[in-house]
């Protein structure tokens, strides 16, 4: 069975881009234009989400706010931060929180590398 991502991004065009990517690769990929509409994909399919690849900055509720929210409630699935300013207070905030990061622009081969790495620690 393939592993359920969750995608959170704002900019439809990144979005289509990383389905296309992950889709390709075998897993199983929902998507939310934001942090509310991501929760509540998630209160849905609950633990079956095995990763969140979520931008930072987003309407609603963002990147952050949402993987406290998942991770209060299931500490074991991943999230990745993504985001093209790698300035911004949350990555401090992701390395204590065990999340990964993974800067914007990225490749089909970085996007793949992240996942995975998510999915088995220690790659």
Same mark, same amino acid.
């Given at each position: 069975?393939? &592993?359920?991502?969750?995608?959170? !991004? +704002?900019?439809?065009?990144?979005?289509?881009?990383? $389905? %296309?990517?992950?889709?390709? #690769?075998?897993?199983?990929?929902?998507? %939310?234009?934001n942090?509310? !509409?991501?929760? +509540?994909?998630?209160? =849905? &399919? *609950?633990?079956?989400? $095995?990763?969140?690849?979520? +931008?930072?900055?987003?309407? =609603?509720? *963002?990147?952050? !706010?949402?993987? $406290? =929210?998942?991770?209060?409630?299931?500490?074991?699935?991943?999230?990745?931060?993504?985001?093209?300013?790698a300035?911004?207070?949350?990555?401090?905030?992701? @390395?204590?929180?065990?999340? =990964?990061?993974?800067?914007?622009?990225?490749?089909?081969? #970085?996007? %793949?590398? %992240?996942?995975?790495? @998510?999915?088995?620690? *220690?790659?």
């Amino acid at each position: 069975m393939a &592993h359920k991502i969750l995608i959170v !991004e +704002d900019e439809q065009p990144v979005r289509m881009f990383i $389905r %296309a990517v992950l889709s390709q #690769d075998g897993y199983e990929v929902l998507e %939310a234009s934001n942090g509310e !509409e991501a929760l +509540d994909m998630w209160l =849905r &399919h *609950g633990p079956g989400i $095995r990763v969140v690849l979520t +931008d930072v900055v987003m309407p =609603r509720m *963002g990147g952050p !706010e949402l993987a $406290r =929210r998942i991770k209060e409630k299931t500490p074991e699935t991943a999230v990745i931060f993504m985001s093209g300013y790698a300035d911004q207070p949350v990555f401090e905030q992701a @390395a204590e929180s065990v999340c =990964r990061f993974l800067p914007k622009p990225f490749t089909p081969m #970085d996007l %793949a590398k %992240a996942v995975r790495g @998510a999915l088995e620690p *220690g790659v």
